[in-house]
T-cell receptor, first 114, second 113 residues
Framework: NAGVMQNPRHLVRRRGQEARLRCSPM?????VYWYRQLPEEGLKFMVY????????ESGMPKERFSAEFPKEGPSILRIQQVVRGDSAAYFC????????????FGQGTRLTVV | KNQVEQSPQSLIILEGKNCTLQ??????????LRWYKQDTGRGPVSLTI???SENTKSNGRYTATLDADTKQSSLHITASQLSDSASYIC????????????WGLGTSLAVNP
């Protein structure tokens, strides 16, 4: 079991471009959580998804951000028209059931907007 | 408001020394409390988890305590090693229909030779 895989590890985008962050959960895990960590700050919950469903998106900005977890393939966090303030580390975690405290984290994607 | 506060914000110790990190929380209702270790540029890794009825839990050189009455937890690191240099994050899970992790900002620990 390779663990939670995120790619790319580093992503550089110019202002106004789109950023797509991918997360492949651990085998057998159908629950995915996305977090954002700004420099010198703690992790902030963004969205919780179960296969094909968004369960809780209370931490997602209302505009430009979207997430999906299709029946087949990885979970995708999409940021449209990126701005400098989107520069952060984005972490994905997965769990085998709806117990967020049992989630395992990926290595993160570090997004830099230039 | 559910909050988790950690102290100190940062700490520098010499290799081989012990240290204790503090965590105070106001999360209610409470489900469990975890300590995570986050190395620079890596994802958090769980060290310990404690529920309401547990007072102490050890994982090698890491020992966590929990006082549910005062809503305080500590993480004690014994005989520190250079590889202990990391951010240590206290996370409280709220109990209820929509369980969420409430994250502290972490204590940045540097272990120097």
């Amino acid at each position: 079991n390779a663990g939670v895989m995120q790619n790319p590890r580093h992503l550089v985008r110019r202002r106004g471009q789109e950023a797509r962050l991918r997360c492949s959960p651990m085998k057998g895990h159908s629950h995915v959580y996305w977090y954002r960590q700004l420099p010198e700050e703690g992790l902030k919950f963004m969205v919780y998804l179960q296969k094909e469903n968004i369960i809780d998106e209370s931490g997602m900005p209302k505009e430009r951000f979207s997430a999906e977890f299709p029946k087949e393939g990885p979970s995708i966090l999409r940021i449209q028209q990126v701005v400098r303030g989107d520069s952060a580390a984005y972490f994905c975690a997965s769990s085998p059931f709806a117990e967020v405290g049992e989630a395992f984290f990926g290595q993160g994607t570090r997004l830099t907007v230039v | 408001k559910n909050q988790v506060e950690q102290s100190p914000q940062s700490l520098i110790i010499l290799e081989g020394k012990n240290c204790t990190l503090q965590c105070n929380y106001t999360v209610s209702p409470f489900s469990n409390l975890r300590w995570y270790k986050q190395d620079t540029g890596r994802g958090p890794v769980s060290l310990t988890i404690m529920t309401f009825s547990e007072n102490t839990k050890s994982n090698g050189r890491y020992t966590a305590t929990l006082d549910a009455d005062t809503k305080q937890s500590s993480l004690h690191i014994t005989a520190s090693q250079l590889s202990d240099s990391a951010s240590y994050i206290c996370v409280v899970t709220s109990l209820g229909g929509n369980r969420k992790l409430i994250w502290g900002l972490g204590t940045s620990l540097a272990v120097n030779p």
